[in-house]
C-alpha cells in the first residue's frame, strides 16, 4: 500500500497536490463560500468577536497560519494555544467566543479535553479535522474536513497542508459571514488557490536538489530554522520534522528575536535554514540572513522567484520555489522542501521515518 515509495512518508508528501485539490473542492456556489458540513448556525459566525484556534505539535502550526488569515481577512483577533496548555488556565470565554480545535486523528487527549473545557463555557467549538467521526468531530458543535486521506507515518505532512487550507477556508468563511468580504472577493481568492496543486507539483520536482542539500548536511549536530510573518509557523514546523525524523536538534525562531540571544548560538559551521519568499518581510529575513552569515552560519533559503535574485547574492543555498498565489497561502509550499529535506537526512542517517522512537501517530495520553 507505499504505491512503490519507499516509505509512507514519502507516499504522503508526494499526494499533497491531490490533497490540497480534495479539501479545495466543492466550496463555491451562486456567488458565496459554502462550509455546509459545518451543520452550524451560519449567523452565529457573524456574531463572532475572538478565535481560540487550539492543537497540538504540527496541526498548532497550521493554526498559526490560520490565525494570520483570521485576522487579516475576517478582522477578529485570533490566539494560537497549545492544547496542553489552554486548558490549564482560565481563558476567558464566551458565546461570542469561536474555538477552531485542528487534529488531524481528532483523538489527541489535550485537544478534546480543551475543546471539551471551552464547550463547558459556552464557546461554540468547531473542528478541524481529517478522520470522519473521530471523538473530536463527535463532541465539537460543527466539523470542517480536510481531505489527505489516511495518513500513516507518525511525522504529519499531509495533514499538515490541508490543514493550512482549512484555515484559510474558515478565515475566508468569517470575513464573508461578517460582512467584511464579498462573494466576487472571495471566489477570486479561491480561484487563485485552485493553483496551488499544480505549484506543489512544481515544488516536488526539487527533490533531487535537496537530497544534494541532504547529504551535504546529514552530519550538522544543530540546525536553526527561523522565519517571519506565516514564515515563522514554517520555520517551526521544519525543525519539529527534522527533531522527530532524525533526532538531530533543531530550534526555531523568529527571525527578529535572533539578536535577542539566539544569534549567540551561531558559530562556523552552523545551519541556518531561513523561509525569505517574496513579500512584505522580505527585506527583513536578508537583514537576518546577513546577520547570521556574518557570524560563519550557512545558510539554505527556501525563496520564491521574486525573491531569488536577492537570496543568490546572500546566502549559500537558494531552493526557488513558485510565487505562491495569495501570501497567506505560501505555507503550503513553503513546508514541502523542509519535509524533503529532514525526510533524505533521517534516511541517509539510516532512521526509520515512518516509525520514530519514542512517538506515536495519535497520543491518547495526556
Ligand atoms: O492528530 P493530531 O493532529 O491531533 O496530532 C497532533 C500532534 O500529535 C501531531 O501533529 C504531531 O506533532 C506529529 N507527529 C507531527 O509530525
Not at 489535550?110 to 471551552?118: C, K, N, S
Request: with cysteine; net charge negative.
Amino acid at each position: 500500500e507505499k504505491q512503490g515509495y519507499d516509505t509512507f512518508m514519502l507516499k504522503e508528501i508526494h499526494e499533497q497536490p491531490r490533497a490540497v485539490a480534495d479539501t479545495l473542492l466543492g466550496r463555491f456556489d451562486e456567488g458565496r463560500l459554502h462550509l455546509d458540513e459545518l451543520q452550524t448556525d451560519e449567523r452565529e459566525f457573524g456574531r463572532v468577536d475572538k478565535v481560540f484556534v487550539l492543537a497540538c505539535g504540527t496541526s498548532r502550526y497550521a493554526g498559526m497560519v490560520a490565525k494570520y488569515a483570521i485576522e487579516h481577512w475576517a478582522g477578529i483577533p485570533c490566539e494560537v494555544e497549545e492544547a496542553s496548555e489552554f486548558r490549564y488556565r482560565d481563558p476567558i470565554l464566551d458565546p461570542h467566543t469561536l474555538v477552531i480545535a485542528i487534529s488531524q486523528s481528532g483523538e489527541t487527549t489535550d485537544t478534546i479535553a480543551a475543546a471539551l473545557h471551552a464547550r463547558d463555557q459556552r464557546a461554540p467549538v468547531i473542528a478541524l479535522c481529517n478522520i470522519v467521526g473521530s471523538t473530536l468531530a463527535r463532541e465539537a458543535d460543527g466539523v470542517l474536513y480536510t481531505h489527505a486521506g489516511l495518513e500513516v507515518a507518525v511525522a504529519s505532512t499531509k495533514a499538515f497542508t490541508t490543514q493550512i487550507v482549512g484555515g484559510l477556508l474558515l478565515a475566508l468563511y468569517l470575513a464573508q459571514q461578517r460582512g467584511r468580504m464579498y462573494g466576487s472577493e472571495i471566489e477570486d481568492i479561491l480561484g487563485r488557490l485552485q493553483q496551488i496543486p499544480s505549484a506543489l507539483e512544481q515544488v516536488l520536482e526539487l527533490d533531487g536538489e535537496i537530497r544534494q542539500l541532504a547529504e551535504q548536511y546529514q552530519a550538522v549536530p544543530y540546525t536553526m530554522f527561523i522565519g517571519r510573518h506565516v514564515g515563522l509557523p514554517i520555520a517551526y514546523e521544519g525543525a519539529l520534522k527534522l527533531k522527530e525524523i532524525s533526532y538531530l536538534h533543531a530550534e526555531a525562531f523568529a527571525a527578529g528575536e535572533m539578536k535577542h540571544g539566539p544569534i549567540a548560538l551561531i558559530e562556523d559551521g552552523s545551519l541556518v535554514v531561513a523561509l525569505a519568499a517574496a513579500g512584505h518581510v522580505f527585506g527583513k529575513m536578508v537583514s537576518n540572513i546577513q546577520e547570521v552569515r556574518a557570524r560563519g552560519a550557512s545558510v539554505l533559503a527556501i525563496g520564491t522567484e521574486g525573491s531569488t535574485a536577492d537570496l543568490k547574492a546572500n546566502a549559500d543555498h537558494v531552493l526557488t520555489l513558485p510565487e505562491a498565489p495569495h501570501e497567506l497561502a505560501g505555507p503550503i509550499l513553503s513546508v514541502v522542501p523542509l519535509q524533503l529535506f529532514a525526510y533524505h537526512i533521517a534516511t541517509l542517517r539510516g532512521e526509520d521515518v515512518d516509525q520514530p522512537r519514542n512517538l506515536a501517530k495519535t497520543v491518547t495520553v495526556e
